[in-house]
């Protein structure tokens, strides 16, 4: 079974300032996705960045970067020039894409991110 | 409708009461999941419909718990005899088709005293 582990419970930086967090994961699948969701006080869970395994490039989305280790099976999420509005838990997740029926997504713990003003 | 949406967005329930909490997907959508979030946890798979087809329960973590989609739309997450440890956020998700973005609902809190 899949598992994904982030070793930082909290994670703080300053607006403007630039701040990573680190994802790691276990597999012994060679395809798959991974995805970092945002999850503000309200719940909703929003889709940041998705980086397909087979591609080589990382993803970017404006401010936010994926650095995709896959051979490390790590896949850190950095957030340049951080705001206000960035402050949420952060949650790292695993998709199979080998497998019928295993379209679940598997999360990690998720890291507390606080910006400071 | 726009998103996911939940309803209730707040569940209080006495121990051994019975609840049901409703998931309407976007319209479309083919997949439709259910997580469980506990406090201060990463949410965990449920169950996994395709239409109304339920093709993964693995996560469903006792017989007390029953999800269904009847017309492969609106879906409900029903727990029996509920006990405190049931206490937490459940989470709905679905994708247009299995391979693509999952878009969450707010989810319903659920309490159980």
């Known amino acids: 079974a899949q598992t994904v582990t982030q070793s930082q419970p909290e994670m703080s930086v300053q607006e403007a300032e630039t701040v990573t967090l680190s994802c790691t994961y276990d597999?012994?699948?060679?395809?798959?996705?991974l995805f970092w969701y945002k999850q503000p006080p309200s719940r909703q869970m929003i889709l940041v960045i998705r980086?397909?395994?087979?591609?080589?490039q990382n993803a970017t989305e404006n401010r936010f970067s994926v650095n995709f280790q896959k051979a490390a099976k790590s896949f850190s999420l950095k957030i340049s020039d951080s705001q206000l509005g960035d402050a949420a838990m952060y949650f790292c997740a695993y998709r199979s894409l080998i497998i019928q029926g295993a379209q679940k997504l598997v999360f990690g713990q998720g890291t507390r991110l606080t910006i400071n003003p | 409708g726009a998103g996911v949406s939940q309803s209730p967005r707040y569940k209080v329930a006495k121990r051994g009461q019975d609840v049901a909490l409703r998931c309407d997907p976007i319209s479309g959508h083919v997949s439709l999941f259910w997580y469980q979030q506990a406090l201060g946890q990463g949410p965990e798979f449920l169950t996994y419909f395709q239409n109304e087809a339920q093709l993964d329960k693995s996560g469903l973590p006792s017989d007390r718990f029953f999800a269904e989609r009847p017309e492969g739309s609106v879906s409900t997450l029903k727990i029996q005899r509920t006990q405190q440890e049931d206490s937490a956020v459940y989470l709905c998700?679905?994708?247009?088709?299995?391979?693509?973005?999952?878009?969450f609902g707010p989810g319903t809190r659920l309490t159980v005293l």
């Open positions: 980086q397909e395994a087979y591609k080589q």
């Open positions: 998700a679905s994708s247009a088709r299995i391979i693509l973005q999952q878009f």
């Open positions: 597999t012994s699948e060679s395809d798959y996705y």
